[in-house]
């Protein structure tokens, strides 16, 4: 079993800042890839932001200058540094851990948190 557990959303007024925390525990033998969603009501989730274990990042155009994510390998940890927030920024943001499990099986797992709310006043 993998858990995945979002900590850091909140409100915030347009131009600030926020920094999103994601702790994954449970039987890893390791992580591959976490990244960070995001979904409104009227859109489907999207991609935000990727990084490998190796450190190569990934980021939707919409957040690229603005955002920044980062890892903590020993923490089984990422972040998400949010910068110059925007009201569209509003959405609920989860978190999602690729990796293998520590099991004989080495059996891979693709999991999700539960999310957290990340609203940005205009």
């Known amino acids: 079993q993998v858990q995945v557990v979002e900590s850091g959303g909140g409100l915030v007024q347009a131009g600030g800042s926020l920094r999103l925390s994601c702790a994954v525990s449970g039987s890893i033998f390791s992580i591959n890839a976490m990244g960070w969603y995001r979904q409104t009501p009227e859109k489907q989730r999207e991609l935000v932001a990727t990084i490998t274990n190796g450190g190569s990042t990934n980021y939707a155009d919409s957040v690229k200058g603005r955002f920044t994510i980062s890892r903590d390998n020993a923490k089984n940890t990422v972040y998400l540094q949010m910068n110059s927030l925007k009201p569209e920024d509003t959405a609920v943001y989860y978190c999602?851990?690729?990796?293998?499990?520590?099991?004989?099986?080495?059996?891979?797992?693709?999991?999700w948190g539960p999310g957290t709310q990340v609203t940005v006043s205009s």
């Open positions: 999602n851990a690729i990796g293998r499990g520590s099991s004989w099986l080495r059996a891979p797992f693709n999991s």
